[in-house]
């Protein structure tokens, strides 16, 4: 064991190829992720993926069976050293906020702090402030609403000033309404004071709309990592675009770098002649028109080749509808967003063209 890290207010994790085992099975394999003072990281992917392993390494409250942590340039963990949590400048929240029932808001807050009655005091009082809780001190956590025992949670990991803060689905628990708010309440408050945040979260948009950079993790493994217009935008793979939105996939085979299919040629650079690939694209990136005697829309350089398709089905979902359509191609079936107030109905044929900057090819 070592001694508690001395950290500067604004500082920056790294965690270094780090592998994690549990009973002889490997659950984290070379696991590398870099966070600077003031940055929000969300760590996305289905369940197991390995996102509270993370997290739990990171704390300490698992040993990683290779790598190394640091903050700010000191060593946390590597093959030689372990500090343990409380010496690891490292504030932990998790879903359930895990309050101490039987103390007072601010007891809560003042828990794992040191110093004299009156500096402990001092600081409770700032913090309860920070996250708009002033006079709420004496109250006991079950007085307290999902959102007011959320800030309580957050001052209280706030109270010691760790450099890093790590939250595990901090904010599944609160009701729709409540959520939006707090969560950008409480990561502003965190950017503010310049703490490292790693966030797990299994909800695409939750990370879209919070993180500055995502990990996406599957099977133990970070398979992309970047800024949420780039992974969106620019997907390793097929699963990683699917983990976003719905996808659509038409297969094809590379000749002279192209792929023709019934969409017109797609671009392939790097694949050799005769790959099999798949071009995968989203729902709001095919393009819809009506059917003009059976002929269909001229062909554009920019949307390539129109394909017929019949309505299979139509569902409203508010803003847009998402209609699928049974391709005459293949007989396969292709789905299209469309503005809501165009709700077309099973069995009228359309014509759809796709955007072809905004597909994706990958080796089938
Ligand atoms: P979820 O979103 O469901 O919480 P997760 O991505 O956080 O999942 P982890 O909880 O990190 O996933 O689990 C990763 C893998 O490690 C899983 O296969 C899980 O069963 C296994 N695992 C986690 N903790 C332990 C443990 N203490 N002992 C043995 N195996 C474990």
Redesign the pocket.
């Given at each position: 064991m070592g001694n508690p890290i001395a950290v500067l207010p604004a500082a920056r994790l790294e965690v270094d190829h780090i592998t994690c085992d549990?009973?002889g099975r490997r659950?984290l394999h070379d696991v590398s992720l870099d966070v600077a003072a003031g940055q929000v990281m969300c760590l996305l992917?289905p369940?197991?993926?390995?996102?509270?392993?993370t997290l739990r390494v990171i704390a300490g409250i698992e040993r990683q069976s290779q790598g190394k942590l640091r903050i700010d340039g000191q060593t946390l963990a590597d093959g030689a050293l372990h500090l343990p949590p409380e010496a690891r400048s490292v504030g932990l929240i998790f879903q359930d906020f895990a309050l101490f029932p039987h103390l007072s808001v601010a007891r809560n807050i003042s828990f794992g702090l040191s110093g004299t009655r009156r500096e402990k005091a001092a600081r409770v009082e700032e913090l309860l402030a920070r996250v708009d809780l002033q006079g709420y001190a004496d109250k006991a956590p079950h007085m307290l609403s999902g959102g007011e025992q959320q800030r309580v949670a957050l001052a209280r990991a706030l109270a010691p000033k760790p450099a890093v803060m790590l939250m595990d689905e901090p904010f599944s628990g609160l009701d729709n309404r409540l959520r939006d708010g707090i969560r950008d309440e409480t990561l502003d408050l965190l950017r503010e004071e310049g703490t490292a945040v790693v966030l797990?979260t299994?909800e695409p948009e939750e990370a879209m709309r919070m993180a500055d950079t995502i990990a996406l993790m599957r099977g133990g493994r970070i398979v992309q990592q970047g800024a949420p217009y780039n992974i969106y935008n620019a997907p390793c793979d097929k699963d990683a675009a699917a983990f976003f939105s719905d996808i659509n996939v038409i297969t094809g085979t590379v000749q002279g770098a192209l792929t023709d299919t019934a969409f017109g040629q797609f671009l392939a650079p790097g694949y050799a002649d005769g790959t099999k690939v798949e071009i995968v694209f989203r729902p709001q990136h095919v393009k819809i028109d009506f059917d003009r005697g059976g002929r269909g829309p001229n062909p554009t350089p920019h949307d390539g080749v129109p394909a017929r398709g019949v309505v299979e089905r139509a569902r409203f979902m508010g803003h847009e509808s998402l209609v699928e359509f049974r391709m005459d191609f293949n007989n396969q079936i292709l789905k299209a967003t469309v503005p809501a107030v165009f709700l077309p109905r099973p069995g009228m044929a359309l014509w759809l063209t796709v955007r072809r900057e905004r597909c994706f090819v990958f080796r089938k």
């Amino acid at each position: 064991m070592g001694n508690p890290i001395a950290v500067l207010p604004a500082a920056r994790l790294e965690v270094d190829h780090i592998t994690c085992d549990f009973d002889g099975r490997r659950v984290l394999h070379d696991v590398s992720l870099d966070v600077a003072a003031g940055q929000v990281m969300c760590l996305l992917g289905p369940s197991g993926c390995g996102k509270t392993t993370t997290l739990r390494v990171i704390a300490g409250i698992e040993r990683q069976s290779q790598g190394k942590l640091r903050i700010d340039g000191q060593t946390l963990a590597d093959g030689a050293l372990h500090l343990p949590p409380e010496a690891r400048s490292v504030g932990l929240i998790f879903q359930d906020f895990a309050l101490f029932p039987h103390l007072s808001v601010a007891r809560n807050i003042s828990f794992g702090l040191s110093g004299t009655r009156r500096e402990k005091a001092a600081r409770v009082e700032e913090l309860l402030a920070r996250v708009d809780l002033q006079g709420y001190a004496d109250k006991a956590p079950h007085m307290l609403s999902g959102g007011e025992q959320q800030r309580v949670a957050l001052a209280r990991a706030l109270a010691p000033k760790p450099a890093v803060m790590l939250m595990d689905e901090p904010f599944s628990g609160l009701d729709n309404r409540l959520r939006d708010g707090i969560r950008d309440e409480t990561l502003d408050l965190l950017r503010e004071e310049g703490t490292a945040v790693v966030l797990v979260t299994h909800e695409p948009e939750e990370a879209m709309r919070m993180a500055d950079t995502i990990a996406l993790m599957r099977g133990g493994r970070i398979v992309q990592q970047g800024a949420p217009y780039n992974i969106y935008n620019a997907p390793c793979d097929k699963d990683a675009a699917a983990f976003f939105s719905d996808i659509n996939v038409i297969t094809g085979t590379v000749q002279g770098a192209l792929t023709d299919t019934a969409f017109g040629q797609f671009l392939a650079p790097g694949y050799a002649d005769g790959t099999k690939v798949e071009i995968v694209f989203r729902p709001q990136h095919v393009k819809i028109d009506f059917d003009r005697g059976g002929r269909g829309p001229n062909p554009t350089p920019h949307d390539g080749v129109p394909a017929r398709g019949v309505v299979e089905r139509a569902r409203f979902m508010g803003h847009e509808s998402l209609v699928e359509f049974r391709m005459d191609f293949n007989n396969q079936i292709l789905k299209a967003t469309v503005p809501a107030v165009f709700l077309p109905r099973p069995g009228m044929a359309l014509w759809l063209t796709v955007r072809r900057e905004r597909c994706f090819v990958f080796r089938k």
